[in-house]
């Protein structure tokens, strides 16, 4: 993979980004993001989370369409191809999914608006980093020979891997939530797909597929954003753990935090 790009304003936001992920490892440590089941007011405003998620995730559509089109190669079939996949999962993470919450009357909100300022510098950074490098293709790597190199091949596999776990789990969370909760106020137990194995597979789900996405872009981008994603998703995939066997006493004593059978 290479470094600096000799476009010195996307080297300094590569920079930032990876700078930024140390801050939140670190930060794992001592905290988890103040939105959900851990969401708190000491840190200001909450807002409900179908807004919270939207307005997060919306520069990774945004700024990265906006990046994209910029770029002289933005019609060649590799940048095609990868933008492609960045839409199919922004359509999910920055779309579906939000607009797919049930919001419960009277219910206050859970999503802090320390994290939407947070994550929309996150997907600022990510949405302006990829589609800039799709579109503009800085050494020359994405050439039509780059979607039949084993990097891409295994990369895609495991991104798509990761992306259908992902996308299952929040599927049967969000159908137990329907059936057996109308109300939507109280947590259950969920079962089936990777919930038989660990508590969180949708954050295992996301870890993988960003994986995957380092893997098939063979950038320094997607490394940024594997590190951030996995720096906020394992301390929160412990915490989630200990909370479902704390309010659970009946929670599967076989059941992992995040990795099947390890951890």
């Not at 870890?207 to 954003?225: D, R, Y």
């Amino acid at each position: 993979m290479h470094w600096y790009t000799g476009d010195t304003f996307y080297d300094t936001v590569l920079t930032a980004a990876f700078a930024f992920a140390a801050f939140v490892i670190i930060g794992g440590f001592f905290a988890q993001s103040s939105y959900g089941r851990f969401s708190t007011t000491k840190l200001g405003l909450n807002l409900n989370p179908k807004l919270g998620w939207w307005l997060m995730e919306i520069p990774a559509t945004v700024v990265f369409l906006i990046s994209y089109l910029a770029g002289p190669q933005r019609f060649e079939p590799t940048s095609l191809v990868l933008a492609g996949i960045w839409m199919l999962h922004y359509a999910n993470r920055g779309w579906f999914f939000p607009l797919a919450i049930r919001q419960v009357p009277g219910k206050r909100g859970t999503f802090n608006i320390s994290v939407i300022v947070m994550g929309m510098l996150v997907t600022s950074m990510h949405g302006y980093l990829n589609g800039t490098l799709f579109s503009h293709d800085f050494f020359g790597q994405y050439t039509t020979a780059w979607l039949t190199d084993p990097r891409f091949l295994v990369g895609l596999v495991i991104y798509l891997c990761g992306f259908a776990l992902l996308v299952n789990s929040e599927s049967i969370v969000r159908n137990l939530r329907d059936k057996s909760n109308p109300g939507g106020a109280e947590y259950r137990i969920p079962f089936g797909g990777g919930f038989r194995f660990v508590t969180s597979p949708a954050y295992l789900g996301e870890i993988i597929a960003w994986s995957g996405f380092a893997v098939l872009t063979w950038a320094l981008p997607g490394v940024a954003i594997l590190l951030i994603t996995a720096g906020n998703l394992i301390p929160r995939a412990l915490g989630t753990h200990t909370w479902y066997r704390d309010k659970f006493p009946e929670y599967p004593t076989d059941r992992k935090a995040l990795i099947p059978y390890v951890l």
